[in-house]
Every structure is written in C-alpha cells, then in structure tokens.
C-alpha cells in the first residue's frame, strides 16, 4: 500500500503546513512534597473510584494476602514468578491450609493457561510499578514475570504497592523516570475496577475487567 | 429491517434525509426524554470536573497548542510514528478510504483464516462500515464495548459517539436484551444487565482469533497506541486475541510522549467529567521474546477518508484538532432535541457537522451544517478549542459558492448553491446601495402589505408570517424630524 501512503503524505505536504514550536504555555497538575499529603490523595483517589485500600508493612504482608482470601472465599489464585514481594505471596497462599488454596502460577504460555484464567482463577496478584497519586492511580508495567491478563482477565486483581513509589502525577512519573527511552510491550495504568454507565448513566462496576480491585499499599517509608 | 426508536428505518438514515429523521426525532418523547437526561447529567459532570476556572482555561490552552503544533508537523510525524512503530515490530498500513483499510484488515484476517473479529470501542471502524464488510467475507465482527453491544444486538447504530446506547433507556435495553439472547430473564436492574453482557462476551474474548480497537493518541516518539476506557474490554481485545489491529485517524498523531497526559486528562473530564478513567492502555509493540501473553502480531492501520482535504488550509485544519470527547454534542440544544441518529452521519453533533463533510462531501452533508443556531456552546466546551461554529459558517460558504482564488474545490463544493438566491442577493445588493430603487422597495411593501402570503414555506412552518408596518422606519423618522422642525 505504498502508494496510498505516498498519496497521503504528499496531500498533506501540498497544504505546506509552517511547524508551530513547542508551546510556552506552563500548565501545572496536583503536585506536592508532603508525604503525607500525597498518600492521602492517593488514598482518597482510589476509594472513590471504589478500589479497596488495605495498608499494611512489609512485615504483616503475609497475613494481609491470607485476610483478603479468606474474607473473600477465593479458592483459585494466580500468580507470577518474580517480583520483590513474590516470596510473601507464595507463603501467604501456600500457609493456607483450611481452606486449601490452590495457586496457579503464570510460568508458561498463555494458550496452556487460558481456560483456566477465564474460568477457575479468582483473583490475580501482581506488582506495581508506581502510583500517581493527583488520580489515585496504578501504574502496571507487566513483564515476563507478570503477563498482562494477570491483572486483567481473572473477576480481582490484587495490587501490591510500595508507598515510596507514589508520585504526585502522570506528567512527573514518565519524565523523571524517561519513558520515552524503554518503553515495554505494555503499560496500564489503573484507576480502580472495570465499571461502565453506558445504561442510563447508571454505573455498574465488573464490566469486562476485574469487578474488584484491591490495592495493599506497603508502607515503606 | 430493523428501526430505531424514532420510527426511522436505519438502513435509510443518511444525512440527505436529515430534516424528515429531524422531525421524526422530535416527535418521539420517550428518545427526547432519553436524551435530554443524558445531556443533562453529562454537562453537570463536566461542570464538576472543571470546577477551577483558570485551571480549566490552562488546560485548554495547552490541549489547544499540543494538538496545533502536532498538526502543524502531521507529515513528518506520521512517518516518525511509522518508523518507530516498525522498529518496534507494529506493522503500519496506509488507507486513503473506507474501501482500502476494509481490503487491509480482510487481507489479514484471511492470512490468519479468522472467523471472529473481538471489537473494542472504534468510531473509526464504523466509519469504514467494518462490520458490515467483514459480515460479507464471512467473519463475524462482535462489539464489546457495552453500549456497542447493545446496540448491535438490536441491530442498531451508535447515537453518541462516547456513549453509543445513549438513546435506549434500561426498559428497552432490557427489551433487546430478551429479543436477542437466550434464557435472559427481562430485568430493569442495571448490574444485572451489565453482568448479562460481561458474561455472553467473556467466552468471545476468550476465542476471537483477532482483536481491533480505535487508539485514542499514537504517539510519534515511541511508537506506541493509548487507548482510553472503563470497561477493560479494550485492554481484552488488545491482550487476549493472537492478532490486534488497531485503526485510527491520521490526525490522531502526537509528537511526544509528554504531550499525552494534559490531552489524556482534558479529554476524560470533557468527556465524562471523570479526572482519570478506569484503565489507561499504552500498547508499544507485539508479545516480545519470552513473554507469556499478548498478541504476537500487531497492525496500525492509519485512515485518511478526507481528513486531508481537511488538512488543506489552516483555518479548516482546526477541525482535526478534534479529541472526540463528545463535549460539544453533549452541550449542543440541537443535538439534545434530535438525538445522534437523525444526522443520518456515524458522527453526530456539532464535530460531525464539521468533519462529515470532508468524509462523505457537501452534496450529503448540506443541510447538517445549517443545523445550528450558531449559538456557540459547542466552541465553549471544546477542550482543544475548535471554533466549531466559524467553521460552520466556512462550510456554509464552501457549499454556496466557487472556492476562493488559489483554492482547490472541496468535495461537493457549491452543493447548496442556487441561482434564485444567488439573483435574489444580487437583487438585494443592488437595491441596497441604490436608495431610490431601496425606497420604492418598501414603501411597496408597506402599500401591498395585504397580498403577502399567510404561507411561506418553511419560515412559516412554526412562525407567523411577517406583517409589513404600514409605514417604512424612514418614513417614520422623516415625519419625526419634520414635526421637530414645525
């Protein structure tokens, strides 16, 4: 179709546009130093878009991830392979012996996987890059370790974030952190469960994504 | 044949028949109800979402010059975007109309001797008639997208560009619901009927051979698509089918991956008046080595349909400024009163007036663009500053007379041009900068006033005719002066 691009372009180079330069314009998103302050915003963020929020220390880690399942009834739990805090979850599920949990842990292809993920699993575990916290806001950067449908196709997703890693807004995280240099296959942000109002206005959550996000934020600062 | 709530059959919507689907539209009070409460709760949610005044002009401002400068560039950024999106392993298709980015999208779905094509919300592809077009090669395109789901279950089209289902209530999505699907049980409880969609869909994410979806920013720098929604359906249809191929505009372009979050934040709270959306999906490249899931292919297929007629000139190039946010329609008393469908365009509202005619040409679309009151409520909103209701008044101009010197003719150019009115105003501009003949004018009409007609066509449709006074305004102030004198 080189020719329909050609065609294109050279459309659009007859109309001689005069390149604008970069605006001057200064526009400011919620930004703040204090702690504090940055945590709550995040917190407040997350709650209302009807995330659940647990905060916990590296230490009661364990024991959180054993709460939510049991509170939750989950008897399916997939998982990664690696990750900071992937020694907690495999002792969280393994420790659970009344009621047995069995983990599923996403080590191969996903075609091997699929059925199960759509069907058994009820909830999926994974890491978080980074929190923005003027939206209240996740930031998943799956990998080889934590494939995409990990967080998406199984009915909750549990997200372990370190607190240190919440910055004030989106325009911040991507410039100190140079995206634009080694983008992965993938980036999602998330900014609580699925939901949609496309009948009468009326918002529903659970609608293709998972129904129930629940966010443990390790306090680690 | 399938019929919209207006009575309207669908397959016959088309903007030529815009003032009979206008009417028809009117006339249905359960569609203007629908409407009107969906506007209403829209424009409250953007007055939310914009509660700080500068900070709203700030970021318009911005959205404004982003959108300006990446236009001002769109040549040399579709083809930093192509190389980058290669380097990355995307491969980029060109189309310059819906009949060759059908043609690309069969071609790759033959390859891969797919049945089922999983769609996340593209206004783009029903642009194209996708659908329609795969149906005939035998593959079956699904929307996913709830309220897309809804209406093509009925058989029926989008009416809002960001929330298609707008002009069903619950009652009768819970009707198509039980016309169309097996063992559904009529409910007028909105989770159940979301559940009853997320269900029947979960299985056709899990088989589609191939997902396509719309991008809502493609960034030139990295080579990478933003999608933005709430559902997930999107990021299922870019993650779970082998294949996903996006379409979208040629205008959608941005040069930096830092001009995404102001345009990304303007657009959501113009839109729905949410600060941020539920997921926000920045697809870089296809499944890499080693990784587990994703599509192991992906297709960026860039459509051109007219926009760059549109691109021709600056002042009509502010059209493809356009983030389709929907504000303007959500704000426009037209669009309020007639709903989406009886523009008879896959565009509704007040955007659709203004980008329908480069698409489809004047002849078609001649009557749209004097559908405003010229009211100016859609430039107010416009979170990237389109001035929408100027623009309708070029393309008023563009359909009544040849192209200024130097210019090309649009498409349908002069379409609305008619030699009694163009003799008429040419009538009136004589007569009024000759006085005499001005004077006798009215002093006849003030003489005849009796004979003028009670029917004049459309103007008395809903007005009274005009009565001529029985004296002219110079008459009237002749005398006056006259008396001052005495």
């Known amino acids: 179709m080189s020719t329909s691009r050609n065609a294109i372009l050279s459309r659009l180079r007859d109309a001689n546009p005069e390149a604008k330069a970069m605006e001057t314009i200064t526009y400011q998103p ?192 | 044949m399938s019929q919209s709530n207006n009575g309207v059959h669908i397959q016959e919507l088309a903007p030529e028949h815009f003032h009979d689907q206008a009417k028809a539209a009117l006339a249905d009070p359960q569609l203007r109800q629908n409407f009107r409460g969906a506007m209403d709760y829209l424009q409250d949610k953007r007055k939310t979402a914009f509660s700080n005044p500068a900070e709203e002009k700030h970021i318009r401002d911005l959205s404004e010059a982003i959108r300006q400068r990446c236009l001002s560039k769109l040549p040399d950024l579709l083809e930093q975007l192509e190389t980058n999106c290669t380097n990355n392993g995307i491969q980029v298709h060109w189309a310059q109309n819906a009949e060759e980015a059908n043609a690309i999208i069969a071609a790759i779905s033959q390859r891969h001797n797919a049945k089922s094509i999983v769609k996340g919300k593209s206004m783009v592809s029903e642009e194209i008639e996708l659908n329609h077009e795969m149906a005939k090669l035998g593959i079956e395109c699904l929307e996913s997208d709830m309220g897309e789901y809804i209406v093509q279950l009925d058989g029926d089209k989008p009416s809002h560009i960001i929330m298609p289902a707008i002009h069903k209530n619950k009652q009768e999505v819970s009707d198509t619901f039980e016309k169309n699907l097996d063992n559904f049980t009529p409910t007028l409880d909105v989770d159940e009927l979301i559940q009853t969609g997320r269900s029947r869909l979960r299985q056709k994410f899990h088989d589609a051979d191939i997902g396509l979806s719309g991008v809502n920013f493609a960034v030139a720098e990295t080579g990478t698509l933003c999608l933005v929604e709430n559902e997930g359906n999107g990021r299922m249809c870019t993650t779970v089918p082998n294949v996903h191929i996006a379409i979208t505009g040629i205008e959608k372009v941005v040069e930096f991956l830092t001009d995404v979050p102001p345009l990304y934040s303007a657009l959501t709270r113009s839109a729905t008046g949410q600060a941020i959306t539920t997921y926000f999906n920045m697809i870089s490249s296809p499944r890499r080595d080693g990784e587990l899931d994703g599509p192991e292919e992906v297709h960026l297929v860039l459509l051109d349909n007219g926009r760059s007629q549109a691109f021709r000139d600056e002042e009509m190039r502010k059209t493809l400024q356009c983030i389709r946010c929907g504000a303007c329609m959500n704000h426009c008393p037209v669009y309020t009163r007639i709903g989406g469908h009886a523009y008879g365009t896959v565009y509704p509202g007040p955007i659709g007036k203004i980008i329908s005619p480069h698409m489809m040409g004047l002849e078609k679309t001649k009557d749209l663009i004097t559908a405003s009151s010229l009211c100016g409520a859609c430039g107010e909103v416009c979170p990237v500053r389109i001035p929408i209701p100027e623009m309708l008044q070029r393309l008023r101009n563009e359909a009544k007379n040849p192209p200024k010197p130097d210019m090309p003719a649009m498409r349908g150019q002069e379409a609305a041009a008619s030699k009694a009115e163009s003799l008429a105003m040419k009538g009136f501009a004589f007569a009024a900068s000759h006085p005499s003949i001005y004077h006798m004018g009215t002093w006849s009409a003030t003489k005849m006033k009796a004979l003028m007609p009670s029917n004049l066509g459309p103007w008395t449709q809903c007005r009274t005719a005009p009565k001529p006074a029985s004296k002219t305004l110079h008459q009237l102030i002749k005398a006056r002066k006259q008396g001052e004198k005495s």
């Open chain 1, 30 to 221: 919620w930004v703040s130093n204090d702690a504090q302050l940055t945590r709550q915003r995040f917190i407040d963020g997350l709650s209302a878009s009807h995330a659940e929020i647990i905060s916990t220390d590296r230490d009661a880690l364990n024991n959180v991830i054993k709460n939510i399942v049991v509170s939750k009834q989950f008897s399916r739990i997939a998982l990664g392979t690696a990750g900071e805090f992937h020694s907690d979850i495999v002792k969280a599920t393994q420790s659970l012996e009344t009621p047995a949990i069995e983990t599923m842990t996403f080590d191969c292809d996903i075609s091997d996987l699929k059925s199960a993920l759509f069907n058994d699993v009820d909830a999926g575990i994974t890491h978080c890059r980074a929190g923005i916290a003027d939206t209240g806001t996740l930031v998943l950067w799956p990998d080889i370790s934590e494939p995409r449908t990990l967080s998406l196709v199984p009915p909750c997703h549990i997200a372990l974030i370190k607190r240190s890693t919440i910055v004030s807004n989106f325009a911040e995280l991507m410039v100190t952190q140079t995206w634009q240099n080694n983008m992965p296959t993938n980036i999602v942000l998330v900014s609580g469960p699925s939901k949609t109002a496309d009948i009468q206005q009326t918002l529903a959550y659970g609608a293709h994504g998972p129904s129930q996000l629940v966010v443990i934020l390790i306090e680690d600062m």
